[in-house]
C-alpha cells in the first residue's frame, strides 16, 4: 500500500471524533468509501475543517498509516462547494438522501468510479437545475444507482408468469418479489408503474444524467414513481432510510 495517495472525493458525511478531531467519510473513485482524519480540526488550527462539508467535491492529498489503517488529510483543495445545495433546505434535503443511500450500500456494491460519476452529476444537477427539475434529479438519482447495483427489475415481463406485458399495461410491484408483476397474477397494490413511466424510466437509462432529467414526465407521475423508486432502493438496502423519516423529502 502507497503511503501517500491523491485522491477526487465527495464528503457524504462528518463527525468529531474526541474533542478536537474531525472524521470524514468520503466516497472516492479510487478508493471507494474511506474515512479520513483531521487532527485539531475543532481547536481552531484545522486549516481544513471549512471545506470539508457534506457535498463538498476535493481533490485530497491522503496519508496512509498502514499500522492504524487510517487516512490523514495532509493537503485539501476544493473543487465545488455545492453552495446552492447547502442553502437550499429540499435540495439540502435530497443530497442527504443521496449520500445515505451510497453510505448505506457501501459504496452501492458497484464500481466504485461508476458510483462516483452517478453521486457527482447528481450534485451538481441539484445544485444549479431549475425548483421544477428538482424531484427528476431524485429519481435519475434513485433508478440510475438500483441500475449500477444491478438491483433494477425487469419492466417488460411479469415476474410471476414471465409474460411479456402490453405497452400499456399497468405493473404491480411485488416487495417480496423485488419485482414487477401484470395485472392477471396481482391485484394492483401500493405500487404500481403504467405504460407511460415504462417507457419513461427505459427511454431516460439511455440518455447522459442531464438529457435524463430534462425529459418530461407527466406531473402526475412524479411523486407515484419516485415513491415506488425509494422502495425498491429500501428492499434492497434493508434498512429503512432515515432522510425519510419526519417527511421532509
Ligand atoms: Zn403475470
Given at each position: 500500500m502507497q503511503r501517500n495517495v491523491t485522491v477526487n472525493a465527495l464528503v457524504l458525511r462528518t463527525r468529531r471524533i474526541g474533542d478536537y478531531h474531525k472524521g470524514v467519510s468520503c466516497l472516492t473513485p479510487q478508493l471507494g468509501l474511506i474515512d479520513v482524519l483531521l487532527y485539531g480540526?475543532?481547536?481552531?488550527?484545522?486549516?481544513y475543517s471549512g471545506i470539508t462539508e457534506p457535498f463538498s467535491q476535493l481533490h485530497l492529498h491522503l496519508y496512509y498509516n498502514?499500522?492504524?489503517?487510517t487516512y490523514k488529510v495532509i493537503d485539501a483543495e476544493e473543487k465545488n462547494s455545492f453552495s446552492i445545495i447547502r442553502h437550499d433546505l429540499p435540495r439540502f434535503y435530497r443530497a442527504s438522501l443521496f449520500s445515505e443511500i451510497v453510505l448505506k450500500s457501501y459504496g452501492g456494491g458497484g464500481d466504485s468510479k461508476d458510483i462516483f460519476i452517478l453521486l457527482r452529476d447528481a450534485l451538481t444537477i441539484l445544485d444549479t437545475c431549475n425548483p421544477a427539475q428538482v424531484e427528476c434529479t431524485v429519481i435519475q438519482f434513485l433508478w440510475r444507482f438500483l441500475i449500477l447495483s444491478g438491483m433494477n427489475p425487469d419492466?417488460?415481463?411479469?415476474?410471476?408468469?414471465?409474460r411479456q406485458v402490453g405497452l400499456g399495461e399497468l405493473l404491480t410491484f411485488s416487495q417480496e418479489e423485488n419485482a414487477f408483476v401484470c395485472s392477471r397474477c396481482g391485484a394492483a397494490g401500493n405500487f404500481t408503474l403504467n405504460g407511460g413511466e415504462r417507457k419513461y424510466l427505459a427511454y431516460t437509462a439511455r440518455l447522459p444524467f442531464t438529457g435524463a432529467v430534462k425529459t418530461g414526465l407527466v406531473k402526475s407521475s412524479v411523486h407515484p414513481l419516485r415513491q415506488l423508486l425509494l422502495t425498491m432502493i429500501q428492499n434492497f438496502l434493508e434498512y429503512p432510510l432515515n432522510s425519510l423519516k419526519n417527511n421532509l423529502l
Open positions: 480540526a475543532y481547536k481552531g488550527k484545522g486549516k498502514p499500522v492504524k489503517k419492466l417488460n415481463y411479469c415476474s410471476m408468469c414471465g
